[in-house]
């Protein structure tokens, strides 16, 4: 059996509406699910040929290529599937047609291909649609047909919508590619902080350069990003909406103001404060006004997260005389301590499942990412003899990791697999990279 049908794990029939493009008819498809955290998953060959022109207008030849080039790259980063060297292909679709009774899925199938894109591009003066198609060429069946229209300028993110549709399809979840991170740039300018699309594309400045940025936070709509500034000689609290580029102070307490993050499900966020002496961590309003205070110990208390259902938070305190991580239940009150091994635990981030933790923890001197239950159960080290790593961030569907490494000789972003495969530098900048921060999918 071909590994694409034995990856498939707890078949479920699931009522999926796609239609047929060249009949507009609509069909009833199996479901089945990929379990895409597996650590040894086989990736899927797939095959995508360029895009059939089905117009001969000037320029449609160029983006049939682009948008080709594009998709394979997108899912070659999502990191379960193998794209097919073009090179390797028997046939190609754009020259008998993209429909399945016009393909030879043998030609396929001789040469490995497990799922198979075609596609047709129109251009009209400005006007962009795309047709695309997703074969399962064993079955010789359509999984998934849909059809895009905009301008020439949406075509990055009308492909990127098809490659969302295919992880959809084929797991359950919409993937990464609707996605962006936020992360921290110093250059000999000072430090900036930056958006860009999921894949490190499009970088943008959107605060700075100024002498400190730190601990930058998504809220829940991807709206608005938290973080910590001293332009106003403290380290306070700000929020940067991405709509209209405005920015207002959140907290500003006597003392520090950091690590703000968002509560899941809840108006509020949480962030460690020392206006009453020592750093603990506390709820605040969406007016910065402090709500209730979340810890009490004679140590440091910094860097909440939250269970995706909100009803516990992770964080790091020295109250045990080195920075670990711990767990409070937050209806209880009750608190245990979740790190154990090496000497310095820090910057927890809970995984959008809830089955994970993800962390950086040095041992001999060197910082490097690690995974753990929120039990204490299943520790598993994601990095090793490459730099010094840190400040992981999950992406929203869990699939991946976003974290800073030293490995190049200066800090830069990487991305990898949760099982730790597959990393690899997403940025390519002037300067140093740290604190990269995962949104959460941007919708449709």
Known sequence: MNSI?????????????????????????????????????????????????????????????????????????????????????????????????????????????????????????????????LFDPFRGELLLGKRYTGRTEDLRNMVHKFCSDIVYRLTGKKGVFNSRLTFISTTDDGKSLYVCDFDGAQPKRIVGPEEIILFPAWSPDGKRIAYTSYKQGNPDIFIKSLANGREAVLASFKGINITPVWVPGQPRMAATLSYEGDEEIYLLTESGEVDKRLTESWGV???????????????????????????????SGRERRLTFEGSYNTQPDWSPEGNKIVYSGMQGGRADIYTINPDGSNRAQLTRDAGSNEAPSWSPDGSLIAFGSTRSGVSNIYVMTASGTDQRQLLHMPGKQALPAWSPNMGE
């Open 5 to 133: 049908h034995k990856m498939f794990q707890m078949p479920v029939m699931l009522l999926v509406a796609f239609f047929l493009l060249a009949t507009g008819s609509t069909c009833f498809a199996d479901y089945d699910y990929i379990n895409i955290s597996e650590p040894f998953l086989k990736k899927i060959p797939v095959a995508v040929p360029v895009l059939k022109p089905v117009s001969e207008s000037p320029g449609a030849e160029k983006l049939a290529e682009e948008a080709a080039d594009m998709m394979s790259r997108s899912l070659d980063y999502a990191g379960y599937f193998k794209i097919i060297d073009r090179a390797a292909f028997l046939e190609q679709p754009r020259e008998k047609g993209i429909t399945g009774p016009d393909i030879n899925f043998k030609n396929w199938t001789d040469i490995g291909t497990e799922l198979l894109v075609t596609g047709g591009l129109r251009l009209e003066g400005q006007v962009l649609q795309l047709e695309y198609r």
């Open 301 to 331: 208390d910094v860097a909440p997260t939250f269970s995706p259902d909100g009803k516990q938070m992770a964080f790091v305190s020295n109250r045990s005389g080195s920075p670990q991580i711990y767990i409070k239940d937050l209806k």
